[in-house]
């Protein structure tokens, strides 16, 4: 099994990765930590204290990290994506559990210590946190087994600007510093997550499953198609599928096509969070990432329908 820690900022998205990653037995969550993102990091830590809940893994320990960018300020959060709750304003009870007390990125640098090697960084949210880490602790990537990164669009577009994703754009610079850092990187970004739709037709079916998580997930949907319907034009309830692609990554790969290519990040002006592929190492030398440019849609649906619904 697959050490991961899931470093997450949680919206709807963020809950269905979360909640098909603990039903995975490819792997083993050791560990969420939170991020502002989606919604302020207070709030996101008590939904991931609440998601851990619902799968029964109330153990797993949570720990609160960055309210916001290393560098940049504070933006808006997106309430018309996510609701004022990050869960679609869908009113949940208060979670039992309590956080760490240690913050998210010393709690990912003891983790990775203690398993050198062995655990993979699962960041679906805005960098901050791993950013932290690595300026914590510079020889962090020595420890760490694998970083696959939800966030990113080298040939798609953006999704908060003509040329950024959301993740990357909330916080570029420690974006840049996890792609500069001598580690295995894999960036799951827009490039396939928006190839890889979730309409109702499909969203009914898991939902007819009616196990804890697919209930959990059919309260929290309807403002995310909602503001899908309102900037793509999307007639079918359909919704884009970001975070769960890490999910599906992570337990089967081969469903995804990939470009290694070192990836820099633009940390200021119009273009300010733009992930920019340099296969040919014209801006110098860096570590290749993988960048997902290719995925088999149906085969990644079919891999979360199985875990949801099991």
């Known amino acids: 099994m697959r050490k991961l820690i899931i470093d997450t900022d949680p919206g709807v998205d963020d809950a269905m990765m979360i909640l098909a990653a603990l039903r995975a037995p490819e792997l083993d969550v050791i560990g969420l930590t939170t991020v502002f ?3 302020p990091v207070e709030i996101g830590t008590q939904n991931a204290l609440r998601l851990l ?14 309210g916001k960018a290393l560098v940049v300020p504070l933006g808006e959060f997106p309430a018309n994506v996510h609701g004022d709750d990050g869960l679609g304003n869908a009113s949940f009870e208060a979670p039992k559990g309590k956080p760490l ?40 990537p020595k420890y760490v087994r694998e970083v696959v990164i939800m966030g990113g669009s080298c040939y798609a577009g953006g999704n908060i600007s003509p040329v950024a994703e959301a993740n990357i754009y909330h916080d570029p610079h420690a974006a840049d510093m996890v792609f500069r ?39 929290i949907q309807p403002l995310y198609q909602a503001f899908h319907a309102n900037i793509y034009g999307f007639t079918a309830g359909e919704i884009h599928t970001h975070d769960p692609s890490v999910t599906a990554y992570l337990v089967k790969p081969d469903l995804f096509g990939t470009l290694e290519t070192p990836v820099h990040v633009e940390t200021n002006g119009r273009c300010m969070g733009f992930t920019i592929a340099d296969p040919l ?18 085969g990644v649906k079919n891999l979360l329908y199985d875990l949801l619904a099991r």
């Open 37 to 39: 993102g989606n919604c």
């Open 53 to 66: 809940e619902l799968e029964g893994h109330g153990d797993i320990p949570v720990s609160k990290g960055c």
């Open 101 to 140: 007390a240690r913050h998210a990125a010393q709690f990912i640098i003891d983790t990775c210590k203690a398993f050198p090697g062995e655990v993979t960084l699962a960041p679906i949210g805005p960098l901050s946190n791993i950013g932290l880490a690595l300026q914590l602790c510079p020889e962090l």
């Open 181 to 219: 850092a001598d580690w295995p990187v894999v960036m799951v970004g827009l490039d396939v997550t928006q190839q890889i739709v979730m309409d109702n037709s499909f969203l009914n079916k898991l939902y007819a499953a009616q196990t804890p998580a697919t209930d959990f997930l059919k309260r």
């Open 281 to 298: 190492k014209q801006w110098g030398e860096r570590r290749a990432a993988k960048v997902c440019t290719r995925v088999n849609a149906e």
